[in-house]
């Protein structure tokens, strides 16, 4: 019985489009000329890209203000109940401990 792949989603197909021209701009790069002819899109471009930014970016910088409060007060919680420092230092003395270890385990051997 063949094995039927299902159809892929917008969003897979989107996904499989940056990750090719992300993997291969690159290479695009390394070919004579690419300079110039990325110089000469976005001179054509830029204009354009900066009419539409406008009309996002102040949204985006309200949404992000009014997110902020909410986004630091999070992460204060999450810094009082993680003991990171502690587990840090925990961490490094177990690191140096096992040195010594290896240190006077190499003398006496010696």
Do not use: C
Request: proline share 8%; net charge positive.
């Amino acid at each position: 019985m063949p094995v039927r792949i299902p159809a892929p989603r917008r969003s897979e197909t989107a996904f499989f489009g940056v990750a090719g021209v992300a993997s291969l701009a690159p290479f695009y790069m390394m070919l004579p000329g690419a300079e110039e002819r990325l110089a000469s899109q976005t001179a054509r471009w830029a204009p354009r890209w900066e009419r539409n930014i406008s009309r996002v970016a102040a949204p985006a910088e309200r949404l992000a203000q009014r997110a902020e409060p909410r986004v630091s007060r999070t992460v204060k919680k999450i810094d009082n109940k993680l003991p990171l420092e502690r587990m840090a230092q925990n961490v490094d003395r177990r690191i140096k401990n096992g040195i010594d270890r290896m240190d006077r385990m190499g003398k006496t051997h010696h």
